[in-house]
Antibody, heavy 126, light 107 residues
Framework: EVQLVQSGAEVKKPGESLKISCKGS????????IGWVRQMPGKGLEWMGI????????RYSPSFQGQVTISADKSISTAYLQWSSLKASDTAMYYC???????????????????WGKGTTVTVSS | DIQMTQSPSSLSASVGDRVTITCRAS??????LNWYQQKPGKAPKLLIY???SLQSGVPSRFSGSGSGTDFTLTISSLQPEDFATYYC?????????FGPGTKVDIK
């Protein structure tokens, strides 16, 4: 079974650092992009960034560039999302996702998030 | 970034109703449009990709259409388990922005 298993809920204080994880199983981890999606309490979905574990190529949304770091360790099929200094506004649910690609006849690929982790709740409060 | 809008933001419907949700992109995205369903306290689930392709395991009452800037998600006969929030997402360019969501609840 293809699945993404995320690390557990975190409660942190402003200014602290944090690294949450997402472990893939049931498929070739290095062959698919892994992304991170934020959902603030009661709000919609926000695309944060993606990483290709095969070569660690990483892309960020401008909204999150410089605010978080996405990384991966392909030897243990795990992707990470980390903060160096948390803010209260980082309080949210964070989902990791597998991004699948399907070829388009005319060239290029359709991308879609076909597998989602259950999410990691991050609470930042003094 | 490409901006995505959805309408309505919420709707009330009855079991058996035909429901249509609209998604609009701020520029042409061809057919690079996905739909997700999210139930309270759960992770989103992929329903439709490439505007009209049904994800494996998703009931055939769900369908998607459109290209360019205007897209629709249709539920042909609403079932009790379909009450949820629905999001569109463009995959034409990075970042793959989502729409704000449409909440479907019970009339």
């Amino acid at each position: 079974e293809v699945q993404l298993v995320q690390s557990g809920a975190e409660v942190k204080k402003p200014g602290e650092s944090l690294k949450i994880s997402c472990k893939g199983s049931g498929y070739s981890f290095t062959s698919y992009w892994i992304g991170w999606v934020r959902q603030m309490p009661g709000k919609g979905l926000e695309w944060m960034g993606i990483i290709y574990p095969g070569d660690s190529d990483t892309r960020y949304s401008p909204s999150f560039q410089g605010q978080v770091t996405i990384s991966a360790d392909k030897s243990i099929s795990t992707a990470y999302l980390q903060w160096s200094s948390l803010k209260a506004s980082d309080t949210a649910m964070y989902y990791c996702v597998r991004r699948k690609a399907e070829g388009v006849f005319s060239g290029g690929y359709y991308y879609y998030m076909d597998v989602w982790g259950k999410g990691t709740t991050v609470t930042v409060s003094s | 970034d490409i901006q995505m809008t959805q309408s309505p933001s919420s709707l009330s419907a009855s079991v058996g109703d035909r429901v249509t949700i609209t998604c609009r992109a701020s520029q042409s995205i061809s057919s690079y449009l996905n739909w997700y369903q999210q139930k309270p306290g759960k992770a989103p689930k992929l329903l439709i990709y490439a505007a009209s392709s049904l994800q494996s395991g998703v009931p055939s009452r769900f369908s998607g259409s459109g290209s360019g800037t205007d897209f629709t998600l249709t539920i042909s006969s609403l079932q009790p388990e379909d009450f949820a929030t629905y999001y569109c997402q463009q995959s034409y360019s990075t970042p793959g922005t989502f729409g704000p969501g449409t909440k479907v609840d019970i009339k």
